[in-house]
């Protein structure tokens, strides 16, 4: 069911936000939704690196890191 | 994925492209006899391009080989440089390779933090990341050229060399754009390592998943300074151009190229030899260098056994 909805955990740095999305979701909804340029983030899932395509249907846990040097 | 170049890659093949980006770099730059018997000297802050850096040319260093040595600089920012020399530790002693540290409270007698301070006293005219930047790059260079490094390998990355030649062009600073190197700069004058820049093609996101793949990804630290970096904005936009446009960041670098090539044919070479600063003996691009000329404003002492020994 494309309606049923998942729980997302986003976790960036310290910070964690639960999100309710669609089933199917894609990681660049995720982004946009958040208001985050892919271009600056590294998207994990169970640690690993996915594309800003790849598609959400369960509930998970993604971490997002930036990708700036600080100094 | 590489939007630019649409290519999907798996974990050993990303491997792969990213450690042969930077062998092909090498190779095309500095060639295979100009490697062998030489000695890299690393400068190595304890974030993910430089460690990446150093994981790779580590590897490479037994194919070709040549030396690496890792070349750090504290500069005293509390909580957050210490955090990344812990890192960069335990990383240097798997790789097994050399590291030198040196400090600005050796060199120049006061932390970053502490130069900060007196900056603020003074009506803070210059930035952190100035004085950071400056002091930074003399320690680099006199320490590399001390032991006896045929190059001195910095992380800048794709992103990195974007920005500043964006910078300098709204700057309008065409004596910057011709002293900013491409992958291998010209040796000017003896006195100054040649700087070679590996992952001059990789973009910081390459890196970032490089070291995550590699398991070298540097914990989170930021540098409490990084607000004051004038690049911030450049790099926001250069980063949603790169978003709409992907590749934007290539073709800048190619245009970079084309221009610094056409200018420096245009361009008497010999004004853009160095002096030798009258304080410190060091190379500079005025009688005084850019570090004797903070330091002096910031009223710090001269230590000419380490400040690269005085003029000869």
């Given at each position: 069911m494309l309606t049923e909805r998942i729980e997302v955990r986003v976790r960036i740095g310290k910070r964690e936000k639960v999100m309710k999305v669609k089933r199917a979701v894609k990681v660049i909804s995720i982004l946009r939704d958040l208001n985050?340029?892919?271009?600056?983030v590294v998207v994990l899932k169970d640690g690993v690196p996915v594309t800003e395509e790849e598609v959400l249907v369960k509930d998970t846990c993604i971490e997002i890191i930036s990708v700036v040097s600080g100094g | 994925m590489n939007k630019a170049t649409r290519t999907n890659y798996c974990k050993e093949h990303f491997i792969k492209y990213f450690e042969y980006r930077i062998e092909d770099t090498l190779l095309k730059y500095v060639g295979e006899r100009n490697l062998k018997g030489k000695i890299i000297a690393v400068a190595t802050s304890g974030g993910k391009d430089s460690t990446s850096l150093l994981q790779v040319l580590s590897k490479l260093s037994k194919k070709y080989e040549f030396d690496v040595i890792a070349l750090a600089v504290d500069e005293g920012i509390k909580g957050y440089r210490d955090v990344k020399l812990d890192f960069l530790k335990r990383i240097v002693a798997r790789l097994e390779v050399t590291l030198y540290i040196e400090s600005f409270a050796e060199?120049?007698?006061?932390t970053l933090d502490e130069m900060v301070m007196i900056s603020l006293k003074k009506g803070f005219e210059i930035k952190p990341c100035t004085l950071c930047g400056v002091f930074r790059r003399y320690i680099l260079n006199v320490k590399a050229r001390e032991i006896g490094a045929n190059y001195l390998a910095t992380g800048h990355n794709l992103d990195d060399e974007g920005q500043v030649f964006l910078m300098n062009i709204l700057r309008g600073s065409i004596k910057n754009l011709l002293r900013e190197s491409g992958v291998l700069s010209r040796r000017m004058h003896e006195k100054l390592v040649p700087r070679l820049k590996?992952?001059?093609?990789?973009s910081e996101k390459e890196t970032t998943v490089y070291s995550v793949l590699m398991q070298i990804l540097p914990p989170p630290a930021e540098c409490p300074y990084v607000v004051f970096a004038s690049r911030n904005f450049i790099r926001k936009w250069l980063n949603v151009a790169e978003m709409e446009n992907p590749g934007i960041k290539m073709k800048l670098l190619e245009v970079k190229e084309e221009l610094c090539e056409k200018l420096v044919s245009k361009t008497r070479l010999e004004i853009m030899v160095p002096k030798l600063c009258n304080v410190c003996g060091e190379p500079s691009a005025?009688?005084?260098c850019k570090a004797c000329q903070l330091r002096t404003y910031l009223g710090l002492k001269y230590n000419p056994m380490r400040n690269g020994g005085g003029r000869q």
């Open positions: 985050i340029n892919p271009v600056e | 060199w120049f007698g006061r590996p992952l001059y093609f990789l005025e009688h005084m």
